[in-house]
């Protein structure tokens, strides 16, 4: 899944240039539609790694901040998508493949469905 989401990520960046520009942590949400379970990317320009609150944002109104988890992945329970998303991003991290995205310079980056607890996949440095 990690390709996927790259290819997400690459058309994102392209679509929204500068959108994103006074952000400094990203959160990859996670809920279930009517279609089945969902990503999408929300930006903040501020992070509190002791208070989750920061990632209340609102739902993006931008259809390309949707990513579909593909269907193979459907008919599996919610803790299995929670890991099935974190070793993808955590795999994407840990190769830098976010230095070639709009994630570059975020000082974080998390990911959690939007009833749970944030998962780090990036942290700042302190």
Same mark, same amino acid.
């Given at each position: 899944?990690?390709?996927?989401?790259?290819?997400?990520?690459?058309?994102? !960046?392209?679509?929204?240039?500068? &959108?994103?520009?006074?952000? +400094?942590?990203? %959160?990859?949400?996670?809920?279930?539609? #009517? *279609?089945?379970?969902?990503?999408?990317?929300?930006?903040?320009?501020?992070?509190?790694?002791?208070?989750?609150?920061?990632?209340?944002? !609102?739902?993006?109104?931008?259809? &390309?901040?949707?990513?579909? +988890?593909?269907? %193979?992945?459907?008919?599996?329970?919610? #803790? *299995?998508?929670?890991?099935?998303?974190?070793?993808?991003?955590?795999?994407?991290?840990?190769?830098?493949?976010?230095?070639?995205?709009?994630?570059?310079?975020?000082?974080?980056?998390?990911?959690?469905?939007?009833?749970?607890?944030?998962?780090?996949?990036?942290?700042?440095?302190?």
């Amino acid at each position: 899944m990690q390709k996927e989401i790259l290819n997400w990520l690459n058309n994102i !960046d392209s679509k929204t240039t500068g &959108s994103f520009k006074n952000d +400094i942590a990203f %959160n990859f949400g996670i809920f279930e539609s #009517e *279609d089945g379970y969902m990503l999408y990317l929300a930006g903040s320009t501020e992070y509190d790694d002791d208070d989750d609150d920061w990632a209340c944002l !609102d739902m993006p109104e931008n259809p &390309s901040l949707y990513f579909e +988890i593909p269907t %193979n992945h459907q008919n599996t329970t919610w #803790e *299995d998508i929670l890991e099935l998303v974190c070793e993808a991003l955590s795999t994407l991290e840990k190769s830098h493949h976010f230095n070639n995205t709009f994630l570059e310079k975020a000082e974080a980056i998390t990911t959690g469905f939007d009833s749970g607890d944030l998962i780090a996949i990036r942290t700042p440095v302190k």
